[in-house]
């Protein structure tokens, strides 16, 4: 038995160059531009691991959670100058399961979590990685992770669809 805790931030920019083909009128213009967006993802949750299984130091683990997203996204036109923001926060469940393996003073774990929320969208994370023990109560980690998300309004005119993955670096403390 555990309680969890997870916060991350995520920031990203980029810069696009967009050209269009519009018709108006009878006529066709060539529309071009570069555009500056960033987007800043709070992502913060906090629950409880109950062991099915465990030995020793092993164990494979359900989880239960509640997660508290906060996203503000913006764009910039380089050519037209105009700019626009938008901001979108919410709660929603989480359910998964975690295992980890250790032999010595290494382990082996990995994890996935996540929940669909119907019309909403959906949730999902998903890691591999591997420990150092660095005592009775705590190991360094590092691996790869996956979050796939699809978060929305109930009628779809405001939401986000991030898709992130990479590697991760952690600390476990456990008793």
């Not at 989880?63 to 764009?75: D, I, P, R």
Request: charged share 15%; no cysteine.
């Amino acid at each position: 038995m555990a309680f969890l805790v997870e916060g991350t931030p995520y920031t990203l920019s980029d810069v696009n160059a967009i050209s269009r083909q519009v018709t108006f009128g009878g006529q066709t213009f060539q529309i071009q531009d570069r555009i500056d967006s960033n987007a800043n993802i709070e992502f913060a949750s906090g629950g409880y691991q109950f062991d099915v299984v465990s030995r020793g130091n092993s164990y494979f683990a359900v989880q239960a959670a509640a997660a508290y997203v906060n996203a503000t996204a913006s764009l910039r036109s380089e050519t037209y100058g105009f700019t626009g923001t938008e901001t979108q926060s919410f709660a929603m469940p989480l359910a998964g399961v975690e295992g980890r393996i250790f032999a010595r003073r290494l382990s082996l774990g990995g994890y996935a979590r996540g929940m669909s929320l119907g019309s909403y969208g959906h949730y999902f994370q998903t890691g591999v990685d591997a420990g150092v023990d660095l005592g009775r109560y705590a190991t360094i980690l590092a691996g790869y992770e996956l979050v796939d998300a699809n978060i929305q309004s109930h009628n779809g005119t405001r939401g986000f669809a991030p898709r992130f993955y990479g590697p991760v670096f952690g600390f476990q403390f456990r008793r």
